[in-house]
């Protein structure tokens, strides 16, 4: 995939080296120089962006104030920074950048940084699902992944993790998980509550595949062990008493 980027700098020669080393890479494909935020936010106004290489002592609007401004979710921009001044990185990482360059940087730091961009938008471009699903009369939803919608059987469904905005669906009739970004309550208004419950925050499971309760945790199929979160436990407590065989 290519990967539509701005390149930020208010120094000349600084802002050269970071376009020339852009354009070896061969998935970064540069659609703009830019000498000052307030030119790059025009730039991300008119046009899609995925990712942007940016200073941080910039005048008028430095790049740390420019990259909160933008949109932090997954639909944002992915941020590297690029400094003379080292004790940027922490708040650099709390702007959710996913590299840190500190100037002079050389080529191979870079390249390493453009990879960890590649590595979050091919992520973002495999999950993006808006679950444009229903339930059919077959036992099917669907969600939209990497473009294209796949059909998943309800019952083949093992469990559901939420990692932070994603969702991992694990199936037991596919080689791996499913990814999709969406959210846990979006995909249980999806499911029949007979069948599945949430246990824990992150976890949702298929009540037909428990193999076993130990402690707090339960054991699905396929040797799976997932936790029982305390706000989920008597909600599940309660369904497991009710098939309890006892005298």
């Known amino acids: 995939m290519n990967i539509k980027c701005i390149a930020i700098?208010?120094?000349?020669?600084?802002?050269?080296?970071?376009?020339t080393y852009i354009n070896k890479i061969p998935f970064l494909e540069l659609k703009a120089q830019c000498h000052s935020a307030m030119e790059a936010q025009r730039v991300i106004d008119e046009q899609e962006i995925q990712a942007i290489f940016l200073d941080i002592n910039m005048p008028n609007l430095n790049g740390m104030d420019f990259a909160k401004s933008l949109d932090n979710s997954s639909?944002?921009?992915?941020?590297?920074?690029?400094t003379a001044y080292s004790e940027y990185a922490i708040e650099g990482y709390k702007a959710n950048a996913v590299g840190y360059l500190l100037k002079p940087y050389s080529f191979d730091e870079f390249e390493a940084a453009a990879q960890k961009v590649r590595e979050i938008c091919e992520?973002?471009?495999?999950?993006?699902?808006?679950?444009?699903?229903?339930?059919?009369?077959?036992?099917?939803i669907f969600?939209?992944?990497?473009?294209?919608?796949?059909?998943?059987?309800?019952?083949?469904?093992?469990y559901i993790e939420a990692m932070s905005e994603?969702?991992?669906?694990?199936?037991?009739?596919?080689?791996?998980?499913?990814?999709?970004?969406?959210?846990?309550?979006?995909?249980?208004?999806?499911?029949?509550?007979?069948?599945?419950?949430r246990i824990h925050r992150s976890f949702i499971i298929n009540l037909n595949q428990i193999v076993e309760v130990k402690k707090n945790h339960v054991i699905l199929e396929g040797?799976?062990?997932?936790?029982?979160?305390?706000?989920?436990?008597?909600?599940?407590?309660?369904y497991l008493n009710k098939k309890l065989l006892s005298k």
Do not use: W
């Open 9 to 19: 700098d208010d120094e000349p020669l600084a802002l050269k080296k970071l376009v």
């Open 75 to 82: 639909k944002g921009p992915v941020m590297v920074f690029t």
């Open 123 to 140: 992520i973002r471009q495999q999950a993006m699902t808006d679950v444009t699903t229903g339930t059919e009369d077959d036992g099917t």
């Open 143 to 158: 969600v939209k992944s990497d473009y294209k919608i796949v059909r998943i059987g309800i019952d083949s469904i093992r």
């Open 166 to 197: 994603y969702l991992k669906i694990s199936c037991d009739d596919k080689d791996r998980p499913v990814i999709v970004l969406l959210s846990m309550k979006r995909i249980e208004e999806h499911l029949p509550s007979d069948k599945f419950m």
């Open 223 to 238: 040797d799976v062990s997932l936790p029982i979160g305390d706000n989920y436990k008597d909600t599940f407590m309660n």
